[in-house]
């Protein structure tokens, strides 16, 4: 069974600085990947996902994620945080031609911004 | 296009009571999942619908149950209330389900049991 592993519990950064979020994954091949974002008070929001072709793949709100196979991971970038993106973010796996078998999530890093 | 709708968006119950909870998907999407999240475990699968059938369940006791109605509407039901049910309880849908079909979350419906 798949798994996902998000190191980081909470991470603070300033505004303006850059941010990657960590995201690691256990499957047998490549999977689906994809990262969402929950504000307060909301439910997620899909930023990117991945399922083939080119391992840098850009999202909504300036993010960007790129996926490494030699290192089973998905990490989420952004050159520029503002303090709008202070929120949990998720990453998740779904298992390819696998018709309807449910994502599973990380268990969640939480970004708060600092001016 | 609205947005999947959740209600009520809070719940206090006390223990060995039930509660049932309501979620509308974004019109034409036939799928629906729900989801536990907890500070402790995150998110967690609950269960999915198509076309009114159950077609995945996840890890949960029999308390934990749900249906689907013709219009894609679904319901979550927990019988038997205990305090680690308490957490905020997450719907999702999408057009038809499939792994690679964007899912679409509510804003949830926060169960505190006492």
């Known amino acids: 069974a798949q798994s996902v592993t998000q190191p980081d519990i909470h991470i603070t950064v300033s505004e303006g600085a850059s941010l990657e979020l960590r995201c690691n994954y256990s499957y047998g091949a490549t999977p689906y990947l994809f990262w969402y974002v929950q504000s307060p008070g909301q439910g997620l929001q899909l930023l990117l996902k991945y399922f083939s072709g080119d391992t840098l793949v850009q999202g909504i709100k300036g993010f960007e994620a790129e996926f490494k196979r030699s290192q089973s991971s998905f990490n989420l970038r952004k050159p520029s945080v503002h303090w709008s993106d202070a929120a949990e973010y998720f990453c998740a796996v779904g298992v390819p031609n696998s018709g309807n078998t449910p994502l599973v999530f990380g268990k969640g890093t939480r970004l708060s911004v600092i001016a | 296009k609205a947005g999947v709708t959740q209600t009520p968006r809070y719940l206090i119950k006390t223990r060995g009571q039930q509660v049932t909870l309501s979620c509308s998907p974004i019109?034409?999407?036939?799928?629906v999942s729900w989801y536990q999240q907890t500070p402790g475990q995150g998110l967690q699968f609950l269960f999915e619908y198509f076309s009114e059938t159950q077609r995945n369940k996840g890890n949960f006791p029999g308390r934990f149950s749900g249906r689907q109605f013709s219009n894609s509407r679904s319901e979550m039901n927990v019988s038997t209330l205990e305090l680690g049910d308490s957490a905020l309880y997450l719907c999702?849908?999408?057009?038809?389900?499939?792994?690679?079909?964007?899912?679409?979350f509510g804003p949830g419906t926060r169960l505190t049991v006492l």
């Open positions: 019109s034409g999407h036939r799928s």
């Open positions: 999702a849908s999408s057009l038809d389900g499939a792994s690679t079909d964007t899912q679409y």
